[in-house]
């Protein structure tokens, strides 16, 4: 079965820094590159950042509103992307979902179940 | 880079058929044929429901289909059912390089 499974999210202090995994399974991990989307409680998805595969020598690109403050990395060995979170402030704060790019394909066609961050002091 | 636009709500009869806008601009809907359109129940995550403007994943429901012209694209669900109530959003690739990826407004579909 083809999943993802987010963890790591939790309550932390504006300023504070949290990493957020995510664990692939049933698919080839390395071949694909994978985004995060956050939604914020009773609001729209926004698009967090994105890396690309080895053979697209892990490319990253960010949203405005964290760029500088987060960064996606992978470890293919263990089938896993990351979201490091630094500098948090409150706006941050919301379910994350890592998800799948298609592949030949745009579109994002694997969803995790999301985990929750809060930043509240 | 501003979200794209949405209708707030859409409803309709069971059977019957609706359709949602998601009007962009030419960076992003009207540049390319990479819009793609999520279906969210309450508590869940998205679903993919079209990719690259017209495509249905492997077991979406024929109901669903979707199209573009100029910076607008739709998602039209046709013979409206019950479980098709739900949150729905577009999506498309930019030419800017922050985002690259910009989420519609979101729409929310009441089966009356």
């Known amino acids: 079965e083809v999943q993802l499974v987010e963890s790591g999210g939790g309550l932390v202090q504006p300023g504070g820094s949290l990493k957020l995994s995510c664990a692939a399974s049933?698919?080839?991990?390395?071949?694909?590159?994978m985004h995060w989307v956050r939604q914020a409680s009773g609001k729209g998805l926004e698009w967090v950042g994105r890396?690309?595969?080895?053979?697209?020598?892990?490319?990253?690109a960010y949203a405005a509103s964290v760029k500088g403050r987060f960064t996606i990395s992978r470890d293919d060995s263990k089938n896993t992307a990351y979201l490091q979170m630094n500098s948090l402030k409150t706006e941050d704060t919301a379910v994350y979902y890592c998800?799948?790019?298609?592949?030949?394909?745009?579109?994002?066609?694997?969803w995790g179940q999301g985990t929750t961050v809060t930043v509240s002091s | 880079q501003s979200a794209l636009t949405q209708p707030a709500s859409v409803s309709g009869s069971p059977g019957q058929s609706i359709t949602i806008s998601c009007t962009g601009t030419?960076?992003?809907?009207?540049?390319?044929?990479?819009v793609s359109w999520y279906q969210q129940h309450p508590g869940k995550a998205p679903k993919l429901m079209i990719y690259?403007?017209?495509n249905r994943p492997s077991g979406v429901s024929n109901r669903f289909s979707g199209s573009k012209s100029g910076n607008t694209a739709s998602l039209t669900i046709s013979g409206l059912q019950a479980e098709d109530e739900a949150d729905y959003y577009c999506?498309?690739?930019?030419?800017?390089?922050?985002?690259?990826?910009?989420f519609g407004t979101g729409t929310k579909v009441t089966v009356l």
């Open positions: 998800t799948r790019h298609m592949n030949y394909y745009y579109g994002m066609d694997v």
């Open positions: 049933g698919f080839t991990f390395s071949g694909s590159a």
């Open positions: 890396i690309r595969s080895k053979a697209n020598s892990y490319a990253t």
């Open positions: 030419s960076s992003d809907v009207g540049g390319y044929n990479y």
């Open positions: 690259e403007v017209s």
């Open positions: 999506s498309s690739y930019t030419s800017s390089s922050t985002p690259l990826y910009v």
